[in-house]
């Protein structure tokens, strides 16, 4: 069937107790039914301020419920998502939005003064939605919290469609960043390929409800990273998606206590993490005061983008033994490029992986690469793909090739694949050394 999370995520809203928990943020729950009654309001909102359809939403801010709630919005109003990093200077941030045609941007409180140095510069940009403010809000802006609670909450009774788009823009290695175009149907399809090898997943609408009415709300998922990160973003979307409950830390900058924390008080069952340089922070504090928090619903951690080291999991394991490892090889141009799994009955060496099943690897001369001939090559995805880069055709035509007849998304990792046909590793193509005919990677 054809996918569109809008048409999902309105289903899901009517099938599950009003009162199970959408989203949590440190004292505040937002209820399913709550959300739905205020992404319809705000998704109504954007409509009726011009948002036509295939319109470009910037998303300007930290983890907060409203992230995820505004997604749902845009969603429902076939608004398209653009991310912005808020680490990014101003002219960084007025690139990402101009370069996205954005018509409307919610932004963060924080970062008001951002957008009033730029937003003279921005006139493609008709909406400026202003949230968490403790005060007036921006004079060129609206409140959020006012146009989530001002309306009926009813449904939009709009036809969506396969193919509105998602984007995740991507720093990548080299340039400016780039907008990766996904649809939701190729973006859904991508992730329920990568789950149909654990196991059967709902092919259906009706099925997915079906089997919301028979086990009930979602596991609760704590993206430790970033929303406006592709792996926070896409994991968080996922839970959304599965009619589960997204957690989200209240601080600015990442805490290790106050994670361990959140996962005791909210009984957390899913983590999202980036490799090491979330995973060492958390260990230590585990270290430091062993027993000190009951992590006993905690039966998965998931890491992609940087590595996460062999000696990292095993501390992780041994505070959490029931806890499965998941160590997830993709990028924003490839989901689910290969994953490995490492538990207390189980382990797997650093930086290796078992290939997808859309995967192939080749070399610089797109000749296949084959398991245990020492070669190496890069890693190829085929569709569902993303269209290609947002009003970028070269990149377009570096990244998206087609090979033998079929089109496939080569993000530019270099790997070696090994006789049992697991990946290893090297790394990114574009930071690689090439010094006396070989190749060098900092990995």
Same mark, same amino acid.
């Given at each position: 069937? *054809?996918?569109?999370?809008?048409?999902?995520?309105?289903?899901?809203?009517?099938?599950?107790?009003?009162?199970?928990?959408?989203?949590?943020?440190?004292?505040?729950?937002?209820?399913?039914?709550?959300?739905?009654?205020?992404?319809?309001?705000?998704?109504?909102?954007?409509?009726?301020?011009?948002?036509?359809? #295939?319109?470009?939403?910037?998303?300007?801010?930290?983890?907060?419920?409203?992230?995820?709630?505004?997604?749902?919005?845009?969603?429902?109003?076939?608004?398209?998502?653009?991310?912005?990093?808020?680490?990014?200077?101003?002219?960084?941030?007025?690139?990402?939005?101009?370069?996205?045609?954005?018509?409307?941007?919610?932004?963060?409180?924080?970062?008001?003064?951002? @957008?009033?140095?730029?937003?003279?510069?921005?006139?493609?940009?008709?909406?400026?939605?202003?949230?968490?403010?403790?005060?007036?809000?921006?004079?060129?802006?609206?409140?959020?919290e006012t146009l989530a609670e001002t309306g009926s909450g009813a449904p !939009?009774?709009?036809?969506?469609?396969?193919?509105?788009?998602?984007? $995740?823009?991507?720093?990548?290695?080299? &340039?400016?960043p780039k907008g990766v175009i996904w649809t939701h149907d190729d973006l859904?399809?991508?992730?329920?390929?990568?789950?149909?090898?654990?196991?059967?997943? +709902?092919?259906?609408?009706?099925?997915? !409800?079906?089997?919301?009415?028979?086990? &009930?709300?979602?596991?609760?998922?704590? +993206?430790?990273?970033?929303?406006?990160?592709?792996?926070? @973003?896409?994991?968080?979307?996922?839970?959304?998606?599965?009619?589960?409950?997204?957690?989200?830390?209240?601080?600015?900058?990442?805490?290790?206590?106050?994670?361990?924390?959140?996962?005791?008080?909210?009984?957390?069952?899913?983590?999202?993490?980036?490799?090491?340089?979330?995973?060492? +922070?958390?260990?230590?504090?585990?270290?430091?005061?062993? &027993?000190?928090?009951? !992590?006993? *619903?905690?039966? *998965?951690?998931?890491?992609?983008?940087?590595?996460?080291?062999?000696?990292?999991k095993r501390g992780l394991i041994r505070h959490m033994p029931q806890v499965?490892?998941?160590?997830?090889?993709?990028?924003?141009?490839?989901?689910?490029? &290969?994953?490995?799994?490492?538990?207390?009955?189980?382990?797997?060496?650093?930086?290796?992986?078992?290939?997808?099943?859309?995967?192939?690897?080749?070399?610089?001369?797109?000749?296949?690469?084959?398991?245990?001939?020492?070669?190496?090559?890069?890693?190829?995805?085929?569709?569902? $793909? +993303?269209?290609?880069?947002?009003?970028?055709?070269?990149?377009?035509?570096?990244?998206?090739?087609? $090979?033998?007849?079929?089109?496939? *998304?080569?993000?530019?990792?270099?790997?070696?694949?090994?006789?049992?046909?697991?990946?290893?590793?090297?790394?990114?193509?574009?930071?690689?050394?090439?010094?006396? #005919?070989?190749?060098?990677?900092?990995?």
């Amino acid at each position: 069937m *054809s996918w569109n999370f809008g048409d999902i995520l309105e289903a899901i809203e009517q099938v599950l107790p009003a009162d199970a928990p959408a989203f949590i943020h440190g004292a505040r729950t937002i209820s399913w039914g709550d959300a739905a009654r205020r992404s319809n309001n705000l998704a109504r909102a954007l409509v009726t301020r011009g948002a036509a359809p #295939g319109g470009k939403l910037a998303f300007y801010m930290r983890n907060r419920p409203e992230y995820c709630e505004a997604m749902t919005a845009a969603f429902k109003a076939r608004q398209t998502h653009v991310n912005i990093n808020y680490r990014y200077k101003p002219d960084e941030v007025f690139y990402i939005i101009d370069n996205s045609d954005a018509q409307t941007v919610i932004y963060g409180a924080e970062f008001a003064g951002v @957008m009033a140095q730029i937003r003279d510069r921005l006139h493609k940009v008709k909406t400026f939605i202003e949230v968490g403010s403790d005060g007036p809000v921006a004079p060129f802006a609206e409140d959020y919290e006012t146009l989530a609670e001002t309306g009926s909450g009813a449904p !939009l009774n709009i036809t969506r469609a396969a193919d509105d788009e998602f984007f $995740i823009y991507t720093g990548g290695t080299t &340039g400016m960043p780039k907008g990766v175009i996904w649809t939701h149907d190729d973006l859904r399809e991508s992730h329920l390929a990568s789950l149909r090898a654990r196991g059967p997943v +709902p092919e259906t609408l009706e099925a997915l !409800l079906q089997s919301i009415r028979e086990v &009930g709300p979602g596991p609760r998922l704590l +993206p430790a990273c970033p929303l406006m990160h592709g792996t926070g @973003m896409l994991m968080a979307l996922a839970t959304m998606l599965s009619g589960g409950c997204v957690v989200t830390l209240e601080g600015e900058h990442f805490d290790s206590t106050e994670l361990w924390t959140t996962v005791e008080r909210d009984k957390v069952a899913a983590i999202v993490i980036v490799g090491d340089a979330f995973a060492k +922070p958390m260990l230590r504090v585990l270290d430091a005061e062993p &027993g000190r928090f009951d !992590l006993s *619903s905690v039966v *998965s951690m998931v890491s992609s983008g940087v590595m996460w080291s062999i000696e990292v999991k095993r501390g992780l394991i041994r505070h959490m033994p029931q806890v499965v490892l998941t160590d997830s090889f993709g990028s924003s141009e490839s989901v689910g490029l &290969g994953s490995s799994q490492m538990s207390k009955d189980g382990e797997i060496k650093t930086a290796s992986f078992q290939i997808g099943e859309r995967c192939k690897v080749f070399d610089e001369d797109d000749q296949e690469v084959l398991p245990g001939s020492g070669r190496t090559g890069m890693i190829a995805q085929c569709p569902p $793909i +993303p269209r290609g880069y947002y009003k970028d055709p070269e990149k377009t035509a570096q990244t998206f090739r087609t $090979i033998a007849g079929v089109r496939y *998304s080569m993000p530019g990792d270099w790997c070696r694949v090994e006789a049992d046909g697991s990946l290893t590793l090297l790394g990114r193509g574009s930071v690689c050394i090439n010094t006396a #005919g070989e190749k060098v990677y900092p990995e």
